[in-house]
């Protein structure tokens, strides 16, 4: 099975973080074959896959969204894709999962991120990082479109992903990683680092 991961590490960076994952995962979906710009087979756009990629999105938003109001800030986003879905994992340093308020107050931000996870997730849950580092891990899992599930779309797109990555430049930034976990080369993103601010506000 043809697996790639790729990581955007986020501890330290307070400005813009919903932005810079939504455009790390843009980026992500567009190499994988799931936005009809993508440039990889020049059909015509897919609404299917438009509208898939537009979901995944909404995730990360509310995903990193959820982690900067309760959790002080997330420390990684993580996007691991197989030819039949997509798990996107935000981990952060409060240990406590989430839950959904009782009764939403409409005078405090947020409260709707877990409805977003219910609605369009197939399924999601959170995981317990191991101390010393502590924390947890919320994931998703979401399905890809019906045409990139089929076994000769995967073989395409894993040979293309092999070429991509034989062509990039080994450059990490200290923000940015992607990895095939194939048997073919390691790929990297790189990012340019903002200035760096004060932490997260927790709340």
Sequence with gaps: MNEQTRRL?????????????????????ADWG????????????????E??????????????????????????LTLLRTPQWLRIEVSDGNPEAPRRRREPDPGRPGGHGLVVLE?????????????PRGGKTVWAEVPAPPELRSPGRAAADAETTGAAGEAGAGERA??????DRTAGPVATEPVTPPARGPSAARS
């Design 51 to 76: 509208e898939a990629a537009e979901d995944v999105l909404l995730l990360v938003s509310e995903m990193v969204t959820n982690a900067c109001l309760h959790a002080g800030g997330p420390r990684e």
């Design 174 to 179: 200290g923000v940015a990683e992607a990895a």
């Design 9 to 29: 590490l986020l501890e330290g960076y307070s400005q813009g973080v919903v932005t810079r994952c939504r455009d790390f995962t843009r980026r992500a979906l």
């Design 119 to 131: 609605r369009l997730a197939r399924k999601w849950g959170s995981e317990a990082v191991p101390e």
């Design 34 to 49: 799931w936005t009809a710009h993508s440039g990889h087979d020049g059909r015509p756009p897919d609404p299917d896959r």
